[in-house]
């Protein structure tokens, strides 16, 4: 068998997919470029009346107003749980809990005032962060920047936070420790907490609540930052609509009330939720509830000139930048593209006066707005030049007025009610300037680069069509391997060489995407140019490909002996057994669907009670149950699992993999029992009993991931679950009374009858076996390859059942039903139609299996959009943060990414299942033989080991068997590649068809890995039946 050249084909398959993924994403995925450029004092953008005079110490661009800022962020504070309605006489969990907020607004109108802050999507915490220090969006308005969320990178950009370190403004921060990443060595104390646990509701809250009001009290700071996170994690853990997110709301409210107590007069209080939560607690996408959060402004002295309107105004959020900065006195940073909220600058004085300071305000944000545009035109073409001249002459417009207006009220030329009226439409003006700016950026910073998107759809496509053609061409024979292996990976390291040494002589960056796009693309005309050469008269490939694809040979005869017919009986009793396969299948997928995850599209969609843990349940009687259930359920696929392995004689021997199986499967599923119980009652424990099931949490999920990994461990040593009968000759002992040799007449009379019995026994077994040789009773060795596989798929299906909730293990055990009902069916049909090419997979079988796999990616509980990701299975054995990025994002991509481990890894099943199940066609009834031949006919049927019987075609049939299913995932990711750039200007652009994309890229990602892995697998089998076979005959 041909084991290293057909995964070194399947792998350089992949790198051609990889390639054309990589390319595409670099020109779809939107980036706009970062200026180094940052504002400071000098700059000449102070407008009237303070160009021609000093401002006050202390102050940039603008008088300062406040000394001190407290900006208090409460993630996930949406605008409902912030705003108070007193006529609801029985509130939600999360309604009117900020009591103090409506308090302050209602007693003091002129000093506070709530707003709907609206956040850009993704709604992630990182990307809010840089919002709301930045004052632009965050570069994608995509999904691709939520992956930063386990590796955030310090802000280079100018933003608030370095403005006002770099005008001796001391900060201090305490809380989420992702803050740390982004502003790295920007604090004048810092007090960071884990925050990706989101299982921890108060280890962040109460570590600021311990040095907030000390804090206040020392003075030692001039901006204070406290990003709460309870309201966060409770939301993801429970939902809003539960009393725990009361408990959290009501604590944030007596920390507030506390709060403003310690505050004094020259103190300005912004308290903030970057984004808002769905109804399951979730957020990253952009529906209403995650965008619209909630923003509340509160000064000790004056603030606003008028009361609040009815409405509560609603404010983007990038709008708070340029406002804190001015009000502090600090410039606007370079990049920001928010509009200053005018009307915290109105002051004490009357409406004429206020408006003037107003004007001055938008003056100064217009300027630096107007400058930001004119540099990024200057070096990035993404801004269209009409849209460009109309900014200028808007704002050429609003300053020419601005000027002259303020040179006639120092002449006194107007009276009060045409003054009024001409203020109020000058700020109009700056007010539709900035607007117009920011949609113009937010519109046009969708820098798709069309030729790297059409290169990686070629690339994609090119690799489907190599995958068909090299399944329908592939052999066993070394020329086939050079000519489509061998020549095109030479001439893809030709172009990778060629390409690096221009860059060493040209001195460029060296762009790898770009190099290992051409190598991949070169490898392709390789392969294709030799196909072409040895078949110079063959159709045109499109032709071929739609024919076959279509046809498959069905006008065709097929070739090679037939298989005799069933008769009418076996045919009828066949067809009953396949319909009844076909009907639980149908119950397979139905029932899959009670475990469906809602898209924020279709609102009158509930989602499915399973996937919340059972924690989340109140009634005790009803988690028992479900507790019950889920564990009879898990021991029913232990059962099942062994009872096939014994019934095919795979659980007889003694070997460590075996007793792992019998000893270390009912061990690892009362460890998930336990760990199940002890978590769905976390919450209910107290003192001392709190800090063992804390313990507890931790130990079993360890306890699982270690046995799991010592089963894999055994299985790659040794995956022979076979047992070994020798039945050759073999005189055996004979028991005798006395030691040594016989001595005496009795010793002889007790010795030669048992001689005698031995020599009738070893001549009747000759006559018995009549020329026949003894041999070597192998028990399971017809179905080693499967047998490796399923017990392989068992502990990956352990494994990922921890990741997830524990009513979704329900779902997985639905998921090996079907997957058995399938292979069921494939091995029925192929009977049935008396394939004669049993080496060969057909196509509906691998489709079949891939829409499967697709199947329960959805009956999982998943969605293609981040709001759906189970962050939760990031700290599945793990109490606090994680010390690296990595190990959470595997975590979490193989919660997402089940389905797709289970149907790769199994993949191979489909080309094995037929030989372990005997075909329906070999056991038609026959004509009575004599005994010989009949034991000659019995020894035929060794089905799994008729593969050995063709290490050639085995190893063929595993190559192709890997390339149709890469053909069917790469045209799956085709098809979104496809519509992405098609639809890249589409309004659900970012909503649908980018998550879906990236998605599909990172399951197909997965999927072609497992697949190799699964073949390695069965191949590392087919090593060891070799070396067990060798050891045999020296026996």
């Known amino acids: 068998m041909q084991r290293w050249p057909v995964l070194l084909f399947l792998a350089w398959v992949c790198f051609l997919f990889f390639a054309g993924i990589g390319l595409f994403m670099s020109g779809f995925l939107l980036t706009r470029i970062e200026l180094a450029s940052s504002s400071s004092c000098s700059d000449p953008l102070v407008p009237p009346p303070w160009e021609r005079q000093s401002l006050p110490p202390g ?105 006002l370190v770099q005008n001796g403004r001391r900060v201090v921060f305490m809380g989420d420790d992702t803050w740390e990443g982004l502003f790295p060595k920007k604090f004048f104390r810092s007090y960071f907490f884990p925050s990706f646990n989101v299982k921890d509701l108060h280890t962040v809250d109460d570590g600021i609540l311990q040095h907030l009001y000390p804090t206040v009290d020392s003075g030692e700071w001039d901006v204070l930052i406290a990003h709460f996170l309870g309201v966060d994690h409770c939301g993801h853990k429970h939902g809003p609509d539960h009393p725990e997110m009361a408990k959290k709301l009501t604590q944030m409210n007596e920390m507030l009330r506390s709060l403003v107590d310690h505050l004094g007069n020259d103190t300005l209080l912004l308290v903030a939720g970057d984004h808002g939560m769905t109804e399951t607690g979730d957020h990253g996408g952009d529906s209403e509830k995650e965008v619209n959060a909630a923003l509340f402004v509160y000064s000790k002295t004056p603030l606003f000139g008028t009361g609040p309107p009815e409405e509560p105004e609603a404010v983007p959020q990038v709008n708070l930048v340029p406002t804190v900065a001015l009000l502090l006195g600090v410039p606007i940073p370079y990049s920001n593209i928010g509009e200053v909220m005018a009307e915290l600058f109105s002051g004490d004085g009357d409406a004429v006066s206020a408006a003037l300071q107003q004007l001055s305000v938008y003056h100064i944000n217009a300027k630096q707005v107007d400058r930001f545009l004119h540099s990024y035109s200057l070096v990035a073409q993404d801004l269209p030049a009409e849209q460009l001249q109309r900014l200028q002459e808007l704002f050429s417009g609003a300053v020419e007025e601005h000027t002259q207006l303020l040179a006639q009220v120092q002449g006194a030329a107007l009276v009060p009610p045409e003054l009024e009226s001409r203020l109020g439409s000058l700020i109009s003006r700056f007010q539709q300037y900035l607007r117009e700016a920011r949609a113009v950026c937010t519109q046009s910073w969708a820098r798709f680069h069309p030729l790297r998107m059409v290169g990686g759809c070629i690339l994609i496509a090119a690799s489907c069509l190599l995958c068909y053609m090299a399944s329908e061409l592939a052999t066993a024979s070394d020329s086939f391997y050079r000519s489509c292996l061998l020549y095109p990976l030479l001439w893809g390291l030709l172009v990778a060489g060629l390409l690096g040494l221009a860059h060493v002589f040209t001195q460029e960056g060296l762009d790898l995407l770009l190099v290992s796009s051409w190598a991949a693309a070169a490898s392709q005309l390789g392969f294709f140019w030799h196909w072409w050469g040895q078949h110079p008269k063959r159709a045109p490939l499109v032709m071929l490909l739609v024919g076959k694809l279509h046809w498959d040979g069905r006008l065709t005869v097929p070739e090679g002996p037939k298989q005799q017919l069933l008769g009418f009986s076996s045919y009828r009793r066949e067809i009953w057994y396949l319909l009844c396969l076909v009907a639980m299948l149908l119950v397979c997928v139905r029932l899959s669907g009670f475990f469906h995850q809602c898209r924020e599209e279709i609102p009158q969609c509930r989602p499915s009670l399973f996937l919340s843990p059972l924690a989340s349940l109140r009634n005790a009687r009803a988690k028992n149950l479900f507790y019950l259930l889920c564990v009879a359920l898990l021991a029913g696929l232990v059962y099942a699992v062994r009872s096939w392995l014994r019934h095919y004689g795979n659980l007889n021997s003694s070997d460590p993999l075996v007793l792992f199986v019998r000893w270390g499967f009912p061990l690892v599923v009362l460890c998930i029992a336990c760990y199940w119980a002890v978590a769905s009652s976390a919450d209910d424990s107290l003192g001392k009993l709190q800090e063992l099931v804390q313990v507890a949490v931790v130990a079993f999920p360890w306890a699982v991931y270690g046995l799991a990994s010592m089963g894999l461990l055994l299985l790659l040593c040794n995956p022979m679950t076979v047992f070994a009968k020798d039945t050759r000759e073999s005189a055996g002992s004979i028991v005798t009374p006395y030691l040594g040799v016989p001595s005496s007449e009795v010793d002889f009379l007790h010795v030669i009858p048992q001689i005698y019995k031995r020599m009738q026994e070893s001549q009747k077994s000759r006559l018995e076996r009549g020329s026949c040789k003894a041999t070597v009773a192998a028990y399971g060795l017809g179905s080693v390859y499967s047998a490796a596989l399923i017990i392989a798929l068992t502990l990956l299906g352990f494994l990922l059942m921890l990741l997830h909730s524990e009513r979704l293990s329900l779902a997985f055990l639905l998921l090996f039903l079907e997957a058995f009902v399938l292979l069921h069916i494939h091995t029925r049909a192929r009977g049935l139609a008396g394939d004669a090419e049993p080496f060969s997979v057909p196509w509906y079988a691998v489709i079949s299996w891939l829409l499967a796999a697709s199947q329960f990616f959805y009956s999982t509980g998943h969605q293609p959009i981040f709001p759906a990701i189970h962050w939760n299975a990031a700290f599945v054995g793990f109490h606090l943060d994680h010390s690296t990025n990595l190990l959470p994002a595997v975590l979490v991509g193989a919660n997402t990414f089940a389905s797709h481990i289970l149907f790769a890894v199994g993949c191979p099943l489909l080309l094995l299942w037929p030989f372990v199940c005997e075909m329906p066609s070999s056991q038609k009834r026959k004509p009575k033989k004599e005994p010989r031949e009949e034991l000659q006919e019995v020894e035929e049927h060794m089905m799994e080991m008729r593969l050995r019987e063709s290490p050639e075609k085995f190893s063929t049939a595993l190559l192709q068997l890997g390339l149709k299913y890469l053909f069917v995932l790469g045209t799956q990711l085709l098809a979104c590649v496809c519509a992405a750039m098609i639809l890249r200007r589409h309004l659900m652009v970012w909503k649908v068809f980018a998550p879906k994309f990236l998605f599909e890229s990172l399951g197909f990602v997965v999927s072609s890995i497992c697949l190799l892995l699964g073949i390695s697998l069965v191949m590392r089998v087919d090593c060891a039946v070799s070396t067990w076979f060798s050891h045999l005959q020296l026996r």
């Open 59 to 163: 102050s940039c661009w603008a008088p300062q107003r406040f000394s001190k800022a407290v900006l208090v962020i409460i993630d996930a504070l949406r605008f409902e749980f912030a705003r108070f309605n007193p006529a609801k006489a029985s509130p939600l969990p999360y309604e009117n809990k900020l009591s103090f907020l409506h308090h302050l607004a209602t007693s003091q109108p002129r000093h506070a005032r709530l707003y709907r802050f609206r956040a850009d999507p993704p709604t992630a915490t990182m990307q809010r962060i840089k919002g709301l220090t930045t004052g632009h969006p965050p570069s994608l308005p995509t999904s691709i920047d939520v992956g930063s969320n386990f590796a955030t990178y310090a802000i280079q950009e100018d933003n608030l936070l370095a403005q």
